[in-house]
């Protein structure tokens, strides 16, 4: 039979034959592999889909904008290893979830946009279609892979393709077009079920070469002062134990990435954190397991890395991040678990690092947590950044299995630093594009994913870009507290507009918001805290009611610094200001 015939022959040949259609087959293809759960925004042509994937037992859960409903999917599949799954209308609504899309791929998570597609005959010659869009060819670009299923026959293949895309190798975003006319056809049952398959093995271990393991650990003997760095890769590849018995019985000091933080608890003896500056410059040799050495690493040169030259270990499943930037002395390629079990084979042999180096870092850790003590002790009033964390801080610690969304840029900043992580995969940030707008999506893809309660620490410019999913959050009746630290615009609420005119200058907001106004008009619990003490207590109660709540923590507008710590990024020249 040829492709696509079904249809014609069903009703000349055998009226009796039982039939079924894409919408059926596309749910059964994401049951097939265990994805049992969509992050979507109901249109033309999905809402069937989605109303089906309810009735056959699938969660799915409808944002207010797409792109939350993408970054939801990310966060979902950064945990799980298995491809978040995101469903969206043609054009407009694609193109809202291309954003997390992007970001997902950028940070190496795996994820699929399921985007209904209008006519492709109308499409392809541009005759004005309703959201007419070549979405296949926008997504490209953006993505690690792209597919469109034309011929219902293809789901089952169509749909293993993506998977296999999104999770093997580096995880990244996969972008599946699903015309309205494929959901509309229909096959004999039988058939289609023969189709569907769950697809083997989509996480291949890749075990690395011998003699590179000899290599890398050739570089570990041959090292006075060593470091490993361990990036949101090392999260994300749930080889806890390994990474953790790699570190201890080598005795080699280690700094998680932000989002590496808690893969061993933050209080771990071993951690160099509070010494980063430090280790960063005078290590002589570094182990990268599963970080890139992009901008958030100084692209591993200049003042941050010190004088004299560094022997770079690169373990990374992508062989062609290697070099990126600079020499890497001893590349390990393969899967991070399988990659570090080998090493665990030969660690017995590199000696332990010197004494000496150890103590430079002890009495650089010790010098610095007291200078870091001092500063949150104190009671500044109105409240700042480190007030406000001093006391998050103590609300994770004993609450260790919250997950922490975090955004913003001093918001981001500080809390990176001072709140301590003691769970592997707890932590989730603005990540390696430094965006904002993932607090919601990610909050909300967390909750439902782990069935935990998080809290989403997030600067009141950062949570504008996703707010509006507070009524998502409500009408779930997830366990998210939302933090909002107000202190009235982006960075801080103190620019003036050097006019004089009416405007506001571009960093300021409207002052004094009432963001726990917003979650109350859903039916949350909106808390407005102006003290250190009165957030300890909204927030232990919070977490502790397991409900939607949202406490709007009023900030000194004057504590925040441009850009965070990133004020050097942004451009300067040599002629004068006006
Ligand atoms: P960070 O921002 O925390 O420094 P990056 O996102 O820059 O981390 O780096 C993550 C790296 O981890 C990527 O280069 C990616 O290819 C790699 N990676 C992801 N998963 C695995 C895995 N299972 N095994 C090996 N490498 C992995
Ligand atoms: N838009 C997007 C999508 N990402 C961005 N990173 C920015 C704009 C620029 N930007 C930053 O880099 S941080 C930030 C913006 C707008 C917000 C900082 O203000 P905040 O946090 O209120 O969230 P703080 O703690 O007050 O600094």
């Not at 950062?462 to 933090?483: D, K, Q, W």
């Not at 949350?524 to 250190?532: D, E």
Request: aromatic fraction near 6%; include cysteine.
């Amino acid at each position: 039979m040829t492709r696509n015939s079904y249809k014609n022959s069903m009703t000349t040949d055998n009226q009796n034959t039982q039939l079924t259609d894409g919408f059926h087959l596309v749910i059964d293809a994401l049951k097939a592999n265990d994805l049992d759960t969509i992050f979507g925004l109901v249109g033309i042509p999905i809402t069937d889909l989605c109303r089906l994937a309810q009735a056959e037992g699938l969660r799915f859960i409808g944002f207010r904008h797409e792109q939350h409903a993408g970054n939801a999917a990310a966060i979902a599949g950064y945990m799980t290893q298995k491809p978040g799954i995101c469903m969206t209308v043609s054009a407009p609504g694609f193109l809202n979830g291309l954003t997390a899309l992007a970001n997902a791929t950028v940070n190496c998570f795996p994820m699929i946009l399921i985007s209904g597609s209008s006519e492709r005959e109308i499409v392809d010659l541009q005759q004005g279609d309703y959201e007419e869009m070549d979405q296949l060819n926008a997504a490209k670009p953006y993505c690690k892979a792209a597919y469109r299923i034309n011929h219902i026959e293809d789901i089952g293949i169509g749909f293993a393709r993506a998977i296999r895309a999104a999770v093997s190798g580096r995880p990244g975003g996969v972008y599946l077009d699903l015309p309205a006319q494929l959901l509309a056809q229909t096959m004999p049952a039988d058939e289609a079920k023969k189709s569907i398959f769950k697809v083997i093995d989509p996480v291949p271990r890749q075990i690395p070469a011998a003699d590179a393991v000899a290599r890398a650990l050739d570089v570990l003997k041959g090292a006075k002062r060593p470091l490993i760095l361990l990036g949101k890769g090392a999260a994300y590849a749930q080889a806890d134990k390994e990474i953790r018995d790699l570190i201890e019985k080598s005795g080699i000091p280690y700094l998680p990435m932000s989002m590496a933080k808690g893969l061993l608890p933050d209080n771990h003896p071993q951690s160099a954190s509070a010494a980063r500056s430090f280790v960063l410059a005078e290590a002589d040799a570094v182990m990268l397991v599963g970080a890139r050495l992009n901008w958030l690493l100084a692209h591993g040169k200049g003042k941050t890395w010190g004088k004299d030259p560094k022997k770079f270990i690169q373990i990374d499943i992508q062989a062609n991040e290697v070099d990126s930037n600079v020499q890497i002395a001893a590349p390990l390629i393969g899967d991070i678990g399988s990659c570090v079990s080998e090493l665990l084979k030969g660690i017995s042999a590199v000696p332990k690092p010197s004494a000496e180096w150890i103590a430079a870092i002890t009495d650089k850790k010790d010098k610095n947590t007291a200078k870091m003590a001092e500063t949150l002790a104190k009671e500044a009033n109105p409240m700042n950044f480190h007030g406000a964390l001093r006391v998050i801080r103590d609300v994770i610690k004993k609450n260790p299995d919250v997950n922490l969304v975090n955004e913003g840029a001093n918001t981001l900043d500080y809390c990176r630093a001072i709140v301590d992580m003691y769970k592997p995969r707890k932590r989730f940030d603005s990540g390696t594009w430094g965006i904002m707008g993932i607090g919601m999506g990610y909050a909300i893809g967390a909750a439902v994913t782990s069935g935990l309660p998080t809290v989403a620490v997030e600067g009141d410019s950062a949570f504008g870009f996703s707010g509006m999913e507070l009524e998502t959050v409500c009408r779930y009746n997830l366990p998210i507290t939302t933090v909002v630290f107000n202190n009235n615009g982006v960075y801080r609420g103190t620019d003036v507009n050097p006019t004089g005119g009416a405007d506001v200058a571009p960093t300021v907001f409207v002052k004094d918001a009432r963001y726990d106004k917003m979650i109350e008009a859903f039916g949350g619990v909106g808390y407005y805290v102006t003290t250190p003490a009165e957030l300890e207590a909204a927030l232990t109660e919070a977490i502790a009611a397991g409900k939607p709540a949202l406490i709007n923590a009023v900030i000194d507008e004057t504590a925040g610094t441009e850009s965070g710590r990133l004020t050097n990024l942004n451009p300067s020249t040599a002629a004068a200001k006006k």
